[in-house]
């Protein structure tokens, strides 16, 4: 019983952590935290690969994630520091001339120091504020900053967007006149969805065009956007989202997310690949967006259709824009039967149409398909991950997948609780390094 208690990352009770990390400020700059704001991680039901696509994405935040304490400086600069074992490395100062895209691109630090995901998210914020007056931050702005976080890192359960999310509304409150008019917890009640969907865009920018990620927008919304109890079904053709209740699953059921301890890094190429491919696919079909390419409630015939359409159009060619067609069409493949999946999974949670039983095991049908396209048409799973779906589908859980990007991270798992202590029996023994978090579906980013 004891081990099986040790493989479970817990999220930690918040006030605790948040007095741990105020105090732990104290030290280590000399003055008070002015406060603490958290962004959660997040679990993805389905919709990986295809947010860039302008697909629906089926996200849940987690009850782990970031916590940031800061307090404001008047010199613009930043001074950082991570208490992940793993990263920490002192505090960071960054100056103003340090901050955005082009001084990323200048290539002083191209080692992908994590301190660019904040100060990307400050320079973000900046540019947001140039449109939206209330947003405007202080021209002399800077801010003092200590991060923890109870997510895995690299995990594939976002911890990147959760920093991001959380540095933020850090910046907001101490930096702009929509944080001066609403301090501490007014915050939260006074940021309207738009307002949310406008910082999570400005995150987006961050991870793109600072840190140099290729990230669609699934990981920033459900950070910023998600509700406790429900899925965000996320559309990303015009990031409209419709929170759908996650009751009818979770009935008789638990949704576990497995962190493999293999961690990824999302700025490395080949999730770049992998996008690159399924983009050559997208123009040699004539489309701006994939997403375009199935109707608005697509099968499996109309994935076909569009298969066929690629075949008939690459039957000439040796490479596409100088990549592999066979590559790029497994990545097609993926893409539009993640996608229709996505739209199978929207519509089994917005209905009342089904038994328990059902829904669950059609779900948990989906889940496994899905992580089959990870594995053989986007080709981004890896060998501990396809071993713990396997394992979970022997121990009776109705359904599993990889989440994230690939190339590391974490799956998520459908199963009843009777199920739980063997599987957890069996995980451990395939990896020390696995550890298991419950999948609670909680609140978005917020002021504590
Ligand atoms: P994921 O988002 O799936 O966890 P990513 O590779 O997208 O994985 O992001 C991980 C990176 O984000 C880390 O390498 C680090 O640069 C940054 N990061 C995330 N959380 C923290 C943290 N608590 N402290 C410092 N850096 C962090
Ligand atoms: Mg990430």
Same mark, same amino acid.
């Given at each position: 019983?004891?081990?099986?208690?040790?493989?479970?990352?817990?999220?930690?009770?918040?006030?605790? $952590?948040?007095?741990?990390?105020?105090?732990?400020?104290?030290?280590?700059?000399?003055?008070?935290?002015?406060?603490?704001?958290?962004?959660?991680? #997040?679990?993805?039901?389905?919709?990986?690969?295809?947010?860039?696509h302008?697909?629906r994405?089926?996200?849940?935040?987690?009850?782990?994630?970031?916590?940031?304490?800061?307090?404001?400086?008047?010199?613009?600069?930043?001074?950082?520091?991570?208490?992940?074992?793993?990263?920490?490395?002192?505090?960071?100062?960054?100056?103003?001339?340090?901050?955005?895209?082009?001084?990323?691109?200048?290539?002083?630090?191209?080692?992908?120091?994590?301190?660019?995901?904040?100060?990307?998210?400050?320079?973000a914020?900046?540019?947001?504020?140039?449109?939206?007056? &209330?947003?405007?931050?202080? &021209?002399?702005?800077?801010?003092d900053?200590?991060?923890?976080?109870?997510?895995?890192?690299?995990?594939?359960?976002?911890s990147?967007?959760?920093?991001?999310?959380a540095?933020?509304? &850090?910046?907001?409150?101490?930096?702009?006149?929509?944080?001066?008019?609403?301090?501490?917890?007014?915050?939260?009640?006074?940021?309207?969805?738009?307002?949310?969907k406008?910082?999570?865009?400005?995150?987006?920018? &961050?991870?793109?065009?600072?840190?140099?990620?290729?990230?669609?927008?699934?990981?920033?919304?459900?950070a910023?956007?998600?509700?406790?109890?429900?899925?965000?079904?996320?559309?990303?053709?015009?990031?409209?989202?419709?929170?759908?209740?996650?009751?009818?699953?979770?009935?008789?059921?638990?949704?576990?997310?497995?962190?493999?301890?293999?961690?990824?890094?999302?700025?490395?190429?080949?999730?770049?690949?992998?996008?690159?491919?399924?983009?050559?696919?997208?123009?040699?079909?004539?489309?701006?967006?994939?997403?375009?390419?199935?109707?608005?409630?697509?099968?499996?015939?109309?994935?076909?259709?569009?298969?066929?359409?690629?075949d008939?159009?690459?039957?000439?060619?040796?490479?596409?824009?100088g990549?592999s067609?066979?590559?790029?069409?497994?990545?097609?493949?993926?893409?539009?039967?993640?996608?229709?999946?996505?739209?199978?999974?929207?519509?089994?949670?917005?209905?009342?149409?089904?038994?328990?039983?059902? $829904?669950?095991?059609?779900?948990?049908?989906?889940?496994?398909?899905?992580?089959?396209?990870?594995?053989?048409?986007?080709?981004?799973?890896?060998?501990?991950?396809?071993?713990v779906?396997?394992?979970?589908?022997?121990?009776?859980?109705?359904?599993?997948?990889?989440?994230?990007?690939?190339?590391?991270?974490?799956?998520?798992?459908?199963?009843?609780?009777?199920?739980?202590?063997?599987?957890?029996?069996?995980?451990?023994?395939?990896?020390?390094? $696995? #550890?298991?978090?419950?999948?609670?579906?909680?609140?978005?980013?917020?002021?504590?």
């Amino acid at each position: 019983m004891r081990t099986t208690d040790a493989v479970w990352l817990a999220p930690g009770e918040p006030q605790e $952590i948040q007095s741990d990390l105020v105090s732990r400020f104290q030290q280590e700059y000399g003055r008070a935290a002015s406060g603490t704001w958290f962004a959660p991680g #997040r679990a993805n039901l389905n919709g990986e690969h295809i947010d860039f696509h302008a697909g629906r994405c089926l996200p849940m935040a987690l009850a782990h994630g970031t916590y940031v304490a800061a307090a404001p400086r008047t010199d613009g600069q930043l001074r950082l520091r991570t208490l992940d074992a793993s990263l920490d490395d002192g505090i960071t100062t960054v100056t103003p001339d340090q901050i955005g895209p082009a001084a990323a691109a200048s290539g002083q630090d191209v080692s992908g120091h994590w301190s660019h995901y904040v100060s990307g998210v400050l320079w973000a914020l900046r540019e947001l504020g140039r449109s939206q007056p &209330a947003f405007a931050v202080d &021209a002399d702005f800077g801010a003092d900053l200590l991060v923890v976080s109870t997510l895995p890192i690299g995990g594939g359960l976002s911890s990147s967007a959760a920093l991001e999310c959380a540095s933020i509304l &850090a910046f907001l409150a101490l930096g702009t006149p929509f944080g001066q008019d609403n301090p501490l917890q007014d915050l939260n009640a006074a940021l309207t969805r738009e307002n949310r969907k406008d910082l999570a865009a400005a995150c987006v920018r &961050a991870e793109v065009e600072v840190v140099g990620a290729g990230t669609g927008g699934l990981d920033q919304t459900a950070a910023m956007r998600a509700r406790p109890g429900k899925v965000l079904s996320l559309d990303c053709r015009d990031f409209s989202v419709t929170p759908l209740d996650i009751g009818c699953i979770l009935r008789g059921y638990r949704l576990i997310a497995v962190d493999t301890g293999e961690a990824h890094r999302l700025a490395d190429g080949q999730f770049g690949d992998r996008r690159a491919d399924a983009e050559a696919a997208t123009r040699l079909l004539g489309l701006d967006r994939l997403r375009d390419a199935l109707p608005e409630q697509p099968r499996k015939a109309d994935v076909s259709h569009v298969l066929e359409e690629f075949d008939r159009l690459a039957e000439q060619l040796e490479t596409l824009d100088g990549r592999s067609v066979e590559a790029c069409r497994r990545r097609l493949h993926h893409a539009l039967t993640e996608m229709v999946r996505s739209e199978k999974l929207h519509h089994l949670l917005s209905g009342e149409a089904y038994g328990v039983r059902h $829904i669950a095991s059609t779900v948990g049908d989906i889940l496994t398909a899905g992580h089959m396209s990870m594995r053989d048409d986007a080709e981004v799973s890896f060998d501990i991950a396809d071993l713990v779906v396997e394992t979970a589908l022997a121990q009776g859980a109705e359904g599993a997948r990889l989440i994230g990007g690939g190339f590391g991270g974490s799956v998520l798992v459908l199963i009843t609780p009777a199920a739980i202590p063997k599987l957890t029996a069996a995980l451990e023994r395939i990896s020390r390094r $696995i #550890r298991l978090l419950d999948v609670a579906p909680s609140a978005a980013a917020q002021a504590l």
